[in-house]
């Protein structure tokens, strides 16, 4: 089952917070998140494990609710360079085996 | 340290065609991915390896994808024949492959347009 993510799309101004909400309809042992700007392949922003932790990367962090199978990724101040399409990945059973979602296009606008 | 290396970049066949697709993985990562990227959608695996046997190749199209890893390092990925509705960026990805460490690497895929 794909993951589903919200929203699909989101416009902000340099500076702005936005939330990206990624919700599976099965159990989940971890999350990951990617960013992939056009034309480019993905890149690994960060991958929460089952425990419920939360991981920070600079101004972007994220959550997991393995009860709710819901991870939220949080854009604080967001910058120019934070556009781009965001990817989560869920593994059901610690093996790596990925099912993406969708995707959220976020574009930061000066 | 080098990334995940493919080639080629981009490729346009005819449909009924045969292409193949070449990926170098990070050194001493044990797990490699093949993904499927249609435009406007996220990644869908194909085949995972880990080492050089297969893991799950549930969503790979038997009849026309074929892929290999020999030696449990670089792969090939090949279409035979190919179809219109293959034309998408096809990612190659790898990661260390130990238990929690399954974040993944990927490579700048192949672009195939089938015509």
């Known amino acids: 089952q794909q993951p589903v993510q919200s929203p699909q799309a989101v416009i902000l101004r340099e500076g702005e917070d936005a939330v990206i909400n990624c919700s599976s309809s099965k159990a989940l042992y971890s999350v990951h998140w990617y960013r992939q700007k056009h034309g480019e392949a993905p890149v690994f922003l960060m991958i929460l494990l089952k425990g419920g932790e939360q991981k920070g990367h600079e101004k972007i962090s994220a959550s997991f609710n393995e009860k709710k199978q819901q991870s939220s990724l949080y854009l604080t101040a967001s910058q120019l360079s934070y556009s781009g399409t965001y990817f989560c990945?869920?593994?059901?059973?610690?093996?790596?085996?990925?099912?993406f979602g969708q995707g959220t296009t976020l574009q930061v606008k000066p | 340290e080098a990334g995940v290396a493919q080639s080629p970049r981009y490729k346009i066949i005819e449909k009924r065609q045969s292409v193949a697709f070449w990926c170098n993985p990070i050194s001493g990562h044990a797990t490699l991915y093949w993904y499927q990227q249609i435009l406007g959608q996220g990644p869908k695996l194909l085949i995972q390896f880990q080492n050089n046997g297969v893991v799950d190749d549930s969503q790979l199209p038997k009849d026309r994808f074929s892929a290999e890893r020999l030696k449990g390092v670089d792969s090939t990925l090949k279409i035979q024949p190919a179809k219109l509705e293959d034309s998408a960026v096809y990612l190659c990805?790898?990661?260390?492959?130990?238990?929690?460490?399954?974040?993944?690497?990927f490579g700048p895929g192949t672009r195939l347009t089938v015509t």
């Open positions: 990805a790898s990661s260390l492959g130990t238990s929690d460490r399954y974040e993944q690497y």
């Open positions: 990945g869920t593994d059901g059973f610690n093996t790596g085996k990925l099912i």
